[in-house]
């Protein structure tokens, strides 16, 4: 997914548009401690969705830029401080922490200008990932580096073992558009704090949001020159360029299946470790004793706030029989009562799509299901009072088939789909059915039968009775072709941490 490129141009300051609240981020990338345009000074076009126009742009990075970030994370990783020095580390994220707080009210804004995302969600975006920062911070700072693990029966005598965790070296991140801020921190805080140093490639609708880290880490922070860098680019090649150079040491990458296994196949020469956050298909099993009317307007709200572009999202909902049609009414009026528009109201709760290109793959999905014989309950094309922008209406389909394109293809669109079942074999079978195994919701009043059908889902959370498997003291990730490894938790630090044993005199 790429945008127009634009005539080369020089970098200049962020500039403000309109009463809107748009705002265009800072158009250069970070390499070596400088904020510098593209080599030979290319940009390319910012839309917002709410408005489809063009508000400012992006350096394009080049793979010599990449090459030269890459370097500089590499000497500052081998000849620096950085890796070695954790008080130094938490002082500057700390730094780093109350810089992003001034930045707060801009951060917002930008968000919302290159997402689109309703500014009455953006806590989600903003305020949870600067307190992921502060968390990070200290919990490496408490972090146990060294651990004895007592004395070990060896082939000659005895061996005291010292478990040595120590940093992979560089990180190069790749992040996704649909909470690109969150994702941004989420991916590199952890990896700095473990004391690696970092290549930021952020995506390519939504570049500000990692332009504008890479700003606040240069003029804000005592972070040192090539420990953070960030590369925005219009091409694909440069992400690919990342994943496979030889003097990166791990890829921590969120975004579709497809591109990571681009990534795992361009990283597999030189073994490198990898974070996979990738695609979703989660199932809502409803049971025949959950209270209906509770559960299934919240998750009619789920699928239309951040519409539908949430890798966690239970887009397909597994009716009983028994209460299917009551079950398709209420959704059916949660849908319909949803409020769809203008991302800057803030009583909002679904914005635009990202582009044209991702609500055509919304629009196109939709017609296979119906093409494939389901029933269109609501919704299904584009809201007539919002022609401008990228708008979708909220959409139910019922009676989808599980084997069909819709029941089997992430939709990432406020779309949800309804399939009925008459036993919870046959839901955790429908549930279990697919190629991704990201996240899982199940409802019932008897939160033990709720809970043992949780444990049958091939899935890497699923949340029982809306008590929410996701925050940042928990590992969070996907099992199939979901992903690999973890974020968050203790699980999600140590990722960024190699173990080293050494064997040394009782
Ligand atoms: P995408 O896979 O198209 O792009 C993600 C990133 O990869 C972008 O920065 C892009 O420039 C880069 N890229 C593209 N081709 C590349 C290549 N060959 N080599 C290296 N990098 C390359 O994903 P997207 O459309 O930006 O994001 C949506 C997807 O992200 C959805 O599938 C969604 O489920 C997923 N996602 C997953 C999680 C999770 O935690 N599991 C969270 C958010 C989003």
């Not at 990783?77 to 580390?89: L, P």
């Not at 005291?160 to 801020?181: H, K, Y």
């Not at 389901?374 to 084997?403: C, F, Q, S, W």
């Not at 992903?483 to 050494?502: A, P, S, V």
Request: glycine share 10%; proline share 6%.
């Amino acid at each position: 997914m790429t945008q127009k490129p634009t005539a080369t141009q020089q970098p200049a300051a962020p500039q403000t548009a309109g009463a809107t609240g748009i705002l265009a981020g800072d158009p250069r990338l970070l390499i070596d401690g400088e904020l510098t345009g593209a080599t030979g000074g290319a940009r390319f076009e910012v839309i917002h969705p709410g408005n489809a126009q063009v508000v400012g742009t992006a350096a394009d990075g080049t793979v010599a830029d990449l090459e030269r970030a890459i370097g500089a994370a590499r000497t500052a990783f081998d000849t620096g401080d950085w890796s070695g020095d954790v008080a130094f580390r938490q002082h500057c994220l700390m730094q780093l922490h109350d810089a992003l707080e001034r930045n707060k009210e801009r951060l917002r804004r930008i968000v919302v200008t290159e997402v689109g995302c309703p500014i009455s969600v953006t806590g989600s975006q903003i305020e949870d990932p600067i307190a992921e920062v502060k968390h990070w911070a200290d919990y490496g700072r408490d972090f146990d580096y060294l651990v004895d693990t007592g004395v070990h029966r060896a082939v000659i005598g005895t061996a005291r073992r010292t478990l040595s965790f120590e940093p992979v070296g560089v990180v190069g991140a790749i992040t996704p558009w649909n909470v690109p801020f969150y994702l941004n921190i989420a991916q590199t805080v952890p990896a700095l704090m473990a004391g690696n140093t970092v290549v930021l490639k952020p995506a390519q609708l939504t570049p500000w949001s990692g332009s504008e880290l890479g700003r606040i880490v240069a003029e804000e922070t005592d972070i040192p020159a090539g420990v953070f860098n960030v590369v925005t680019s219009n091409a694909n090649a440069v992400g690919a360029a990342l994943s496979a150079d030889p003097r990166v040491d791990m890829i921590t990458f969120t975004g579709s299946t497809a591109t990571g296994r681009a990534i795992l196949a361009a990283a597999a020469p030189t073994v490198k470790k990898t974070i996979m956050e990738l695609g979703g298909k989660s199932a809502h099993v409803v049971l025949d004793d959950a209270k209906l009317e509770r559960v299934l307007p919240m998750s009619a709200m789920v699928a239309c706030v951040m519409s539908g572009q949430a890798c966690i999202m239970a887009s397909r909902i597994l009716l009983p029989r028994s209460r299917y049609h009551e079950g398709i009414e209420i959704l059916q009026a949660a849908m319909a009562a949803t409020s769809v528009g203008d991302p800057w109201n803030p009583s909002v709760l679904q914005g635009p799509q990202i582009s044209e290109a991702q609500r055509e793959k919304v629009l196109g999905l939709i017609a296979s299901g119906v093409a494939d014989g389901a029933r269109l309950v609501t919704g299904g094309g584009i809201p007539a009072n919002l022609p401008v922008g990228y708008y979708t209406e909220p959409t139910l389909l019922a009676e989808v088939d599980p084997n069909s394109r819709i029941a089997q293809e992430e939709i990432f669109g406020p779309v949800l789909t309804v399939t009925p079942y008459d036993t919870d074999d046959e839901a955790v079978a429908i549930a279990n059915n697919s190629i991704y195994g990201l996240s899982g919701e199940v409802s019932g009043a008897d939160a033990d039968r709720a809970f043992a059908i949780a444990r049958r889902l091939r899935t890497g959370n699923v949340t029982v009775n809306g008590r929410s498997h996701f925050g940042l003291t928990s590992p969070f990730g996907g099992t199939k072709q979901s992903g690999l490894g973890r974020r968050n938790g203790d699980e999600g630090f140590r990722e960024y941490l190699e173990i080293k044993t050494i064997g040394h005199p009782a």
